[in-house]
C-alpha cells in the first residue's frame, strides 16, 4: 500500500462507463493471456452497450470468443474453462437472461469450490446489465441482485461510476472466485473521470460518495446517481444526507454502513429492485441488530413497486425510486 | 474390432472388478447406516468408464455423474479417499462437504460427479476449450446417462464444440432408464447417437456390455479430439444392476427384467468368458486379480474408517477461494 501511495497520481482521463469496462477489459487481455471474453454479439458489433468495442480487432476470435445465442452453455463452458486454467470473463446481454443460465451459475459456479472439498477454483466474472428506464419492459429490465446475493460462493458487484466500473472489474478478473459484475443500462453511458493505465478497486469496500451528518442513506449502481441529486437537494433545504455506494454487496462492508449509522443515527436504504426480498432488506436487518441502539428511528427502505417493469415511459418512471420520492423519504426520516 | 493385447485386457478387466467391488462394498455400508444421503450404483455399466478412461492421461478431464464411482476410479482415484468421502470424513476428496454425488479428483482431472442431469456436459466442454486455447493436446469426456440428453446443456454443448472444434467425446452411457423413465418413453428416435449428425460430428453406438467395443471407439473419438479433429458423440447401451438410487423399489420395472437382464448385461463376466476364451489369461489369473481388488478394497474402507469426521470449524474456509 505504501508504495502505491508514493506513486505519482495517475493520469486521468474522461470516459464514459462503457469505455471504462472496455479499458479494464483490454488492460486485463494484455497482462494475462488466460483471460478470454465469451458472450453474444461481442465481435464486430462490439457487444451490446458497445463495452467490447475494438477488442475483436486487437485480440481476435479466439479471445474475444462469440457465440451463438446459448446462454446455459455459454455459462457452463465458461465455468468449465475456468476450472481448468483459464479466466474468463463472460457478457451476459441482459440480466434477465440468467435464468436460461442459473444452473450452471448457482449449482455449478458458485459451489464447486465447497462441493469439492477446496479443490477447485473458479475464477470467472459474470458481466450482464440490468434496470430500468429504457422502455425494454419486464424481460429486459429487472433488478436481480437479490437472487445471486442470497447464493453462497458468489461475489456481487455493482459499480455506479465509471472510474469504478473499471478499477472493480480490474478486481473482479483477478479474483479466483466467480464474480456477478451487474452493470446498468443507463449508466452506459455517463461520464466521468478515470485513471489511464492499471487501476484497481478492492471488492468488498463501500464508497462514501457525500458524507453527512443528519443521515445514512445506503444505495448503489444507478441510484447512486439519483441519491447525490436528492443529497444536493437536501443540503439546500439543510440536511446533510451521508451517500454510501456499496459498489460490492457480497461481501458486504458492514464497517462502513454502521460507522455512518453510528454517527448519523438514521438509516435509508434506496434500491431499484422490488421492495420485497431485495437486499435492501439485508442492509436495514444488519443495521437493525448490530446498531438497533445507535437509531434514532426505524431503518426505511426506498425501492421498486412489486411489479414486472412496465413498457410505457410514464409507467416506468412510477415503478422506481426518482430523485423526488428520495428527497421525500429523507425528509421523513429526519422529520 | 482390434485385438487386444493381454496387458490392456487384464488392466480393463481388473478396472471393472475394482468398481464393481467399490459399489458392492459401498452398498454394505449405506445397508449399515455407515453413509449419509443417498448413492447410486453403477454395477453393471462398469465396462463405459473402463473403456473410455484406458485412453486418458492424468491430465485429460472428465465431468461425470450422480453415479459417479466408476468414473471416478477408472480416472485413477484413490479408492481411501473416496470411501472416506462416503463416510463424512476429513481425509475424504472433499472433507464430507460433497459426499457421493459430488466426489472429484482435481488431481486426476476429473472434474467432478454432478448432482444435476446434464450438469457437467458444459464443463466438459468448457475444459475441452481450455485445450483449444492454451494450445495443448488434453481431451475432455463427458460422461452422462441417457435422461441428460434430452437436457439443454447437451443440446448447447454440443453446439458449441463442434462449431469450435472443440477436443471433447460425449459418452451417453444408455443405461435405459432416465431415473423411472423407459428410454423409449423419452426418445421418438430408435437410436440415440443419430442426434450427433445435427450438431455436425461423428455419432458411434456401440455395445456398452462389451469392453472391446467401448475402448475400440473410445480410442477412436479420442484420437481424433486429440489430433485437433474435433468432438464426438458415443452411445453406449447398458444396463443398470440396481435401481435407480439405494432402496429404489423399482415399480417401473419387472422382477423378469431386472433378473433376466442383470445376467444378459455383465460386462464382468462377458469379459471373464472373452479374456479366457482368447487366451490373454486363465481363470486362475482373473480369479487373482479378484482377490488382489478385493483386499485392496478392504485396506481402503479400513483406512478411511480411520479418519476424523469433517471438521465444521472449517466449513466456511472452502467457500471461497483466497479469503
Given at each position: ?35 478470454i471474453v465469451i458472450g453474444e454479439d461481442i465481435a ?17 476470435s479466439?479471445?474475444i470468443r462469440q457465440t451463438p445465442i446459448s446462454e446455459l452453455g455459454i455459462v457452463g463452458a465458461a ?9 474468463p470473463?463472460v457478457e451476459l446481454m ?242 | ?124 466442454t468448457?475444459?475441452?476449450l ?26 448447447e454443448?454440443?453446439n458449441l464444440?463442434?462449431i469450435w ?159
Amino acid at each position: 500500500m505504501q508504495a502505491t501511495e508514493a506513486r505519482a497520481p495517475a493520469a486521468m482521463r474522461e470516459m464514459f462507463y462503457n469505455e471504462a469496462l472496455g479499458d479494464a477489459l483490454r488492460l486485463e487481455m494484455q497482462r494475462d493471456e488466460r483471460v478470454i471474453v465469451i458472450g453474444e454479439d461481442i465481435a464486430e458489433h462490439g457487444g451490446a452497450f458497445q463495452v467490447t468495442a475494438g477488442l475483436f480487432d486487437k485480440f481476435g476470435s479466439t479471445r474475444i470468443r462469440q457465440t451463438p445465442i446459448s446462454e446455459l452453455g455459454i455459462v457452463g463452458a465458461a465455468v468449465g474453462a475456468a476450472l481448468t486454467g483459464l479466466r474468463p470473463v463472460v457478457e451476459l446481454m441482459y440480466v434477465d437472461f440468467a435464468g436460461l443460465a442459473m444452473d450452471q451459475i448457482v449449482n455449478q459456479a458458485a459451489q464447486n469450490r465447497f462441493m469439492f472439498g477446496g479443490q477447485a477454483r473458479v475464477p470467472m466474472v459474470l458481466r450482464t446489465q440490468g434496470g430500468s428506464g429504457r422502455g425494454n419492459a419486464a424481460q429486459h429490465s429487472k433488478s436481480l441482485e437479490a437472487w445471486f446475493a442470497h447464493v453462497a460462493g458468489l461475489k456481487l458487484v455493482m459499480p455506479s461510476t465509471p472510474a469504478d466500473a473499471k478499477g472493480l472489474l480490474t478486481a473482479a478478473i483477478r479474483d479466483d472466485n466467480p464474480v456477478i459484475f451487474l452493470e446498468h443500462k443507463l449508466l452506459y453511458r455517463t461520464k466521468g473521470q478515470v485513471p489511464e493505465g492499471e487501476h484497481l478497486v478492492a471488492l468488498g469496500r463501500a464508497d462514501v460518495k457525500r458524507a453527512g451528518t443528519d443521515l445514512t442513506i445506503v444505495t448503489w449502481s444507478r441510484e447512486v446517481l439519483f441519491s447525490l441529486e436528492a443529497g444536493a437537494r437536501l443540503a439546500a433545504d439543510g440536511i446533510e444526507a451521508e451517500v454510501i455506494d456499496l459498489r460490492t454487496l457480497v461481501p458486504l462492508d458492514r464497517e462502513t454502513v454502521l460507522g455512518s449509522v453510528r454517527k448519523t443515527h438514521r438509516l435509508l436504504v434506496v434500491h431499484e429492485a422490488i421492495k420485497r426480498g431485495g437486499y435492501g432488506a439485508e442492509i436495514a436487518a444488519m443495521v437493525a441488530e448490530e446498531a438497533f441502539d445507535d437509531l434514532d428511528a426505524a431503518p426505511k427502505r426506498l425501492a421498486g413497486l412489486e411489479t414486472p417493469i412496465p413498457y410505457a415511459q410514464h409507467l416506468e418512471t412510477t415503478v422506481v425510486p426518482q430523485i423526488d420520492d428520495i428527497v421525500r423519504a429523507a425528509k421523513e426520516l429526519v422529520g | 474390432m482390434s485385438a487386444i493385447d493381454r496387458p490392456t485386457a487384464l488392466e480393463l478387466y481388473r478396472v471393472m472388478r475394482t468398481i464393481r467391488a467399490f459399489e458392492e462394498r459401498a452398498t454394505q455400508l449405506f445397508g449399515e447406516n455407515k453413509m449419509w444421503g443417498t448413492i447410486h450404483s453403477y454395477a453393471g455399466e462398469e465396462a463405459i468408464a473402463a473403456g473410455v478412461c484406458a485412453h486418458l492421461r492424468d491430465d485429460d478431464w472428465i465431468t461425470s455423474t450422480h453415479r459417479g464411482h466408476g468414473h471416478c476410479i477408472a480416472k485413477g482415484a484413490d479408492l481411501g479417499k473416496m470411501f472416506a468421502e462416503l463416510l463424512g470424513r476429513e481425509t475424504g476428496y472433499c472433507r464430507g462437504r460433497g459426499g457421493s454425488m459430488h466426489i472429484a479428483d482435481t488431481s486426476k482431472g476429473n472434474l467432478g460427479a454432478n448432482g444435476i442431469v446434464g450438469g457437467g456436459i458444459p464443463i466438459a466442454t468448457g475444459a475441452a476449450l481450455t485445450a483449444k486455447q492454451l494450445g495443448t493436446d488434453q481431451v475432455a469426456v463427458s460422461f452422462f446417462g441417457d435422461g441428460a440428453v434430452n437436457q439443454g446443456t447437451f443440446h448447447e454443448s454440443l453446439n458449441l464444440a463442434a462449431i469450435w472444434k472443440l477436443p471433447a467425446v460425449y459418452v451417453c452411457e444408455n443405461n435405459q432408464y432416465a431415473e423411472s423413465l423407459p428410454v423409449k418413453r423419452a426418445f421418438a428416435v430408435e437410436d440415440i447417437a443419430k442426434r450427433a449428425e445435427g450438431y455436425g460430428m461423428p455419432g458411434m453406438h456401440v455395445d456398452g456390455r462389451d469392453v472391446r467395443a467401448v475402448h475400440a471407439a473410445a480410442g477412436e473419438a479420442v484420437a481424433r479430439a486429440r489430433a485437433g479433429k474435433g468432438p464426438a458423440f458415443i452411445v453406449a447401451d447398458s444396463y443398470r444392476h440396481e435401481g435407480h438410487y439405494y432402496g429404489d423399489p423399482r415399480k417401473y420395472q419387472s422382477k423378469d427384467e431386472i433378473e433376466g437382464w442383470r445376467k444378459q448385461f455383465d460386462p464382468i463376466a462377458d469379459a471373464r468368458a472373452w479374456i479366457v476364451a482368447d487366451e490373454l489369461a486363465s481363470a486362475a489369473d482373473l480369479d487373482a486379480i479378484d482377490r488382489d481388488v478385493a483386499a485392496e478394497i478392504d485396506r481402503a474402507v479400513a483406512w478411511a474408517d480411520e479418519g476424523p469426521l469433517a471438521s465444521p470449524i472449517k466449513l466456511p474456509e472452502d467457500v471461497y477461494a483466497g479469503d
